[in-house]
């Protein structure tokens, strides 16, 4: 056996016992911290919608008015609401546009789908609004000036009665400062006229777009609460506001509903503060969320919302485990019975490569969906063909009285080309379908294609590399007397 087929024999003994370990169900990961290097890399399946249960929601702008939608306001909308699903903690969710007007957000394993839903398509507008001497209850719906004349910065406030807190009333909620900003000067915009009185305008002190950070927090009893940072010069308009209000109301808004109302106690100089009021971890979270992320380029409405419960899911990954073995046993056990020596030989390179291919799916990682498990197992019908392929060249060479040795190389070298070939066209009908299923919102179809395109690749390694180098293996072994066994090798 040559040098070069002993290296390459040893190579592929070593990827395969990686591969089994990297695909073994108890993988522990790679968890390296020597020195400086700090290394921790969780190695495990990620399933997809249809076999881990989850979400679909696909969300269409909503432009009033008939207006159109600009391309790019809808690119900044997708990477919004990509921020937002992927602060949600979902694992391996799927975002992307599907026309001109579309998102289609994909989110397996979520568990409050309503939840989910409410973050992904809200505007997120948060305004911090000058309520006087009036206490707004949270929940309260409110008209700012913002919503009429959409301009951020500080609105000079126009008289309005104001009422005078009972002293009944005790006020829980405060905002806190932590961070000095120097002040400085701050330009008003041009005041909003008087609301009437059936219907009261709250002026708009400043909007999220000042918003530095926004993180959950706890406050002094555990209770959650959400700590804020605004930018230099957000915080030096909270300072002139608040050195000028001082006693008074200021309502935190988001959506134009009321969150929170704080008093304001004194001078809020550090551009920082925070919102407590009545809402749980979860709901800070998401508040935090649509905060973080700002609002909305457009507004999007939910055209659909398919829910696919935990039990489908894993009765398909019991029902494909199932079908994907039966297969894959019955093409082993015909390799075996047909071609015997050679079909044992093929048998090795198919579960070379199935571990191979499946430890990819791991490492990349590929999320894997029903139609990614179809696939994949189409490439192995693939993989299977390109051994046929080669054994029948060699059978002919042999017929025609050729040396052992020799028959390999000529039927390797002839079947390479039509291997090739067929390889090339699936490879670039995979670009193709890859192609389409990004652009059109298809996932099945983007998960069929990527998991077809890494199968190929890793057949045809398995087919050329691996058999050849273990048929050259059996003839260091046997030598030419295997050409005399004609019922060995299939003849």
């Known amino acids: 056996m040559q040098q070069r087929d002993m290296s390459l024999l040893i190579v592929i003994i070593i990827l ?10 108890s993988n522990p990961g790679l968890h390296i911290h020597f020195g400086p290097i700090n290394f921790d890399r969780d190695i495990r399946v990620y399933q997809g919608l249809d076999l881990q249960g989850g979400v679909q929601v696909v969300l269409q702008a909503d432009m009033p008015g008939g207006q159109p939608v600009d391309a790019e306001a809808m690119g900044a909308a997708k990477v919004i609401v990509e921020n937002r699903v992927n602060a949600l903690g979902v694992a391996e969710p799927l975002v992307q546009l599907a026309g001109t007007d579309r998102i ?20 997120g507008l948060l305004e911090f609004v000058d309520a006087g001497y009036t206490i707004l209850t949270p929940g309260t719906q409110v008209l700012t000036s913002f919503s009429q004349t959409g301009e951020y910065g500080l609105v000079t406030p126009t008289p309005v009665p104001t009422e005078t807190p009972s002293p009944s009333v005790t ?31 709250f002026h708009t002190l400043i909007t999220g777009r000042y918003l530095e950070s926004a993180q959950v927090g706890q406050d002094e009893f555990g209770r959650p609460q959400i700590n804020f940072q605004l930018t230099a010069e957000g915080g030096q308009i909270f300072a002139d506001f608040t050195a000028a209000h001082v006693n008074q109301y200021l309502a935190i808004v988001l959506d134009g509903v009321v969150i929170s109302c704080p008093r304001i106690e004194t001078a809020i100089t550090e551009g920082s503060g925070r919102i407590t009021g009545e809402f749980s971890l979860a709901e800070a979270r998401n508040l935090v969320v649509q905060l973080r992320y700002g609002a909305l380029p457009v507004p999007l409405k939910v055209i659909q919302n398919r829910t696919v419960g935990p039990t489908l899911g894993q009765d398909s990954v019991a029902k494909s485990t199932q079908a994907g073995i039966i297969g894959v046993v019955t093409v082993l056990v015909f390799m075996l019975v047909y071609y015997r020596l050679h079909g044992l030989v093929a048998d090795i390179a198919l579960v070379v490569y199935a571990l191979v291919t499946f430890a990819l799916f791991k490492v990349v990682p590929v999320t894997l969906t029903l139609p990614g498990l179809a696939g994949f197992l189409f490439s192995v019908g693939t993989a299977v063909d390109a051994n046929i392929l080669i054994f029948e060249r060699m059978k002919e060479e042999l017929r025609q009285g050729k040396r ?30 890859y192609w389409f299923g990004s652009n059109y919102g298809a996932s099945m179809v983007k998960g069929f294609a990527v998991t077809l395109f890494m199968g190929i690749l890793v057949s045809m390694f398995t087919a050329i590399t691996v058999t050849r180098t273990v048929i050259r293996a059996l003839y260091a072994v046997g030598g030419e007397g295997l050409r005399d066994s004609k019922w060995l090798i299939g003849l």
């Open 16 to 25: 395969t016992a990686v591969a089994i370990w990297i695909v073994w169900p």
């Open 104 to 123: 289609v957000v994909e989110l397996p394993g979520i568990s409050d789908p309503d939840t989910a839903v409410t973050t992904l398509r809200q505007t």
């Open 171 to 201: 006020i829980t909620q405060e905002i806190t400062t932590t961070e000095v900003v120097t002040p400085t000067a701050v330009a008003a915009t041009e005041p909003t006229p008087s609301p009437t009185p059936e219907v009261r305008v």
């Open 404 to 433: 052992f040795a020799s028959a390999i190389e000529s039927g390797f070298a002839r079947a390479w080309t039509s291997i090739r070939d067929s390889n090339l066209s699936t490879l670039i009908t995979c670009v193709i379908l």
